[in-house]
């Protein structure tokens, strides 16, 4: 079981669909995380927030829009996909954004763009 | 984060059998971490090493950080059924995560 709760588990949504999905932890972190994973590849790293507000964005396309509502909270929030944004999007968090924090995992939403 | 190298990208072992995977960088890493992700999971932190030389054991692993903390390996002795998965190393910057490619192991009974 994990601390990092994710949900849809799975989605399926059409190329003109808005859809969103959520991440909760309540283990106090700060530092919230979203990750693109495709088969056989690690984890990309898309968006970092500390202290509820965005601190990296690694050039993701606008069509992913992260948000932060508070402490526990993060969503990403997904409009106009493309097929090949089909994966798993994994969130995370840790203590603080530093570099020497463990990251917790959630089991990830698994989406697939018809 | 700085690119990390990871090799093998596969492999298979006899149960019993020890496993190594090398993880490498061109530059100076701060800190090093490694994830286990088992297959349909999501990665699980082992552990991080920090001081250059350092070297970790947990039961059956063992992780050692370079002199140099230029490179990082995970050892494995006797391998086991619940040991596959694929193991990625990280570097961790400010928050800034880069993973290796991952070694993905297979045991057989």
């Known amino acids: 079981d994990t601390e990092v709760t994710q949900t849809p588990k799975h989605l399926v949504m059409g190329m003109t669909n808005k859809k969103s999905l959520k991440c909760e932890q309540h283990?106090?972190?700060?530092?919230m995380y979203w990750y693109k994973q495709k088969a056989k590849k690690p984890p990309e790293l898309m968006f970092v927030?500390?202290?509820?507000?965005?601190?990296i964005n690694e050039s993701v396309p606008s069509r992913f829009s992260p948000e932060c509502p508070n402490s526990s909270l993060l969503n990403l929030h997904l409009h106009a996909l493309q097929p090949e944004d089909s994966a798993l999007y994994l969130c995370a968090s840790s203590h603080h954004k530093s570099g020497d924090q463990p990251q917790h995992f959630g089991d990830g939403t698994r989406l697939s763009i018809l | 984060g700085q690119q990390v190298m990871q090799i093998p990208q596969y492999q298979h072992v006899q149960e019993g059998e020890d496993f190594t995977t090398y993880c490498n960088s061109s530059?100076?890493?701060?800190?090093i971490q490694w994830y286990k992700q088992r297959p349909g999971g999501h990665p699980v932190f082992l552990i991080q090493?920090?001081?250059?030389?350092e070297v970790k054991k947990q039961k059956r692993l063992t992780f050692q950080f370079g002199e140099a903390k230029k490179n990082s390996s995970l050892h494995i002795t006797a391998t086991q059924t619940t040991d596959v998965g694929t193991y990625f190393c990280?570097?961790?910057?400010?928050?800034?995560?880069?993973f290796g490619d991952g070694t993905t192991l297979t045991v057989k009974p």
């Open positions: 283990m106090g972190h700060r530092a």
């Open positions: 927030y500390s202290y509820e507000k965005l601190s």
């Open positions: 530059t100076t890493l701060s800190n």
């Open positions: 090493l920090v001081k250059s030389g």
């Open positions: 990280a570097d961790s910057v400010a928050g800034k995560s880069t």
